[in-house]
């Protein structure tokens, strides 16, 4: 399974200390060189900085298709790293696409690239029992206390999604 990420799944499983979600569920992530830099960039954050880097199960792959890039940017408005996660995505041919931004996700599913986000991952970890409901709730509230939007919509499909599970 080749999967991809954006930016803001992988800041959000820091933000809650479950970085290794990633590798439980999925092995190895790539991330294009936008994403990388957008996560090692800032100073503010070189403890994030350093576990991108010393991360054993996140590729940094390089995106040559910068026609394609630029024409993301610019006729869909998206930022570096999702114009690039989305164009290594469609070149890889990838299993899914790791993404939470809506402009984002809806050009990756027109282009047909199978799309999960940070709430998408809590809930499989939940199904395969890497976390228990409570640990999901609390992970949820750490994301809202740090800003993340989670609408009331996609919390409720959560909590339904988990209730019907344990039915």
Known sequence: MIVVSD?????SLM??????LINHLFGEVQIPNAVYEELVSNTRFPGESRQIRECAFIKRVEVTDVQSVNLLRRSAGLDAGESEAIVLS????????LMDEVKGRQVAMQMGIQIMGTIGMLLTAYKEELLSKEEILQCIDILKAAGR???ERLYKQ??????????
């Open 149 to 151: 939007h989670i609408s």
């Open 158 to 167: 959560l909590i339904e999604k988990m209730s019907d599970s344990d039915a």
């Open 15 to 20: 933000k809650i200390g479950q970085l290794n």
């Open 90 to 97: 469609d070149s890889l041919s990838v299993s899914l696409l």
């Open 7 to 11: 930016t803001t799944p992988l800041i």
